[in-house]
């Protein structure tokens, strides 16, 4: 099982920006597909931003245009990027890999 810690989270107002990192312990990370997740209070777990082993992205409708994924595999690192944040991206933000699941990073943006 592969073990992942986020970070990065935080408070922060509309409009502004974070960036969430998520360390893998696995020693092949480079060959998987990593995703980004969040869970709004309530509500259940979505989508929000992936990227292949070859660099290909995909993101959520919600978010395309102002999230940004990417991956250092040296790091054995993925990040996003998240700008011009808003109120209802609020959520527990979650990155998994190969069915493993970090702890999770609190985003909280107010209004």
């Known amino acids: 099982q592969v073990q992942l810690v986020e970070s990065g989270g935080g408070l922060v107002q509309a409009g502004g920006s974070l960036r969430l990192s998520c360390t893998a312990s696995t020693t092949i990370f480079r060959i998987y597909t990593v995703g980004w997740y969040r869970r709004a209070p309530g509500k259940q777990r979505d989508f929000v931003a992936g990227i292949s082993s070859d660099g290909s992205t995909n993101y959520s409708d919600s978010v395309k245009g102002r999230f940004g994924i990417a991956r250092d595999n040296a790091k054995k690192t993925v990040y996003l990027q998240m700008n011009n944040l808003k109120p209802e991206d609020t959520a527990v933000y979650y990155c998994?890999?190969?069915?493993?699941w970090g702890q999770g990073t609190q985003v909280t943006v107010s209004s």
């Open positions: 998994g890999i190969g069915g493993s």
